[in-house]
């Protein structure tokens, strides 16, 4: 052995780090914030939050089928979990609208954090470092106030928003994202003019998954975004079909234009089913701009696009259109407690995420 033996033991331990780096992919790192305005106009202070550093979060794990899971990471104590099977069938039943909705699979799982406050609070920077982030089509914090519960009539406000909403708009991305169709605002490129198609199918994934679960919530998501309004406001068409990452616009006329978006292709969806769209995207090549995109639309639904902005603001009165049964309902008390806060200011901007 002699002189060797260190040469050998050096060798040892780059095959043992080489192995270590094939066994383990990079770390990602997952980000989601609120950030609130208070009465003075000025950033409220956030709290930081770092779920990988609290000792002792629960775990649970729940199939979603073809090899994907949903894991629940909490700090919630075991007599506040009953709700978790709900919420997993629920998570459940997103997958399967979405598949539905778009001819595609989900690849990956959800990663779900959900820790308790006193109150929670309504400013927040949330940063995990995750070794296992491949597994994850999404990672997702929500926050639970006392009495709160994962599911049923005392919901989470804050959970129940991110599974009727969040989550299918977010998926809806994952879903686009994993098989390019259409060339998206990436950094150094200039604006493709896509977005408004891109963010167009996401919002209508999600409110139409949110319509099947609960339509009242629907309604009251439908109008955070001010469907019945948003074509009227001449702003909101001039700068619909431009809309591109590198010009943010105000939060609130970016809401009004994710609302108008929505609308557009649903106008869209209605002359052709969107499974069928995405293929057809699919099979003529994955760069189409916004130009192409105009043109599929013209030809999918026989009109030039002044006339679908006009059918997508009559569909945008249709859908929140007092229903005829809805006398009879509110004269009724109301029971559901803990909702979505519907009559709250508009949600904080997410972060570091696609809102
Ligand atoms: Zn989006």
Redesign the pocket.
Known sequence: MGPHTPRILCLIVVICAAAAAAAHPPARVFTQSARVLGADGREIPAVEIDPESLDGLTELTFDLGAGRRLRLRTDLPADRLAGADALAARVRRCYAHLEAATGRRVAGGVLLYVLGFDPPPRAYACRAVLDDGAAWSQVRLALIGPGETLSGPRVSPHLDELLLDTLP??LG?HLLDARPTVRQDLDGRPPAGTRWF??GV??SLAKAFAAREDPEAARGLLALRGVERVMSRPTVRGRLLGWHAGAPLSPDLESDVYGAALLVVRVWEAARPLPSLLAGLAATGGDHDGGALLGMLREDTGLEVVEVMERAAALGRRLLAPRPRELSVRSLPHTKTGGPPWGEPPAPQSVGA??
Do not use: G, N, T
Request: charged letters at 45%; hydrophobic letters at 10%.
């Open positions: 708009h977010e991305h891109v963010e996401c919002e696609r809102p």
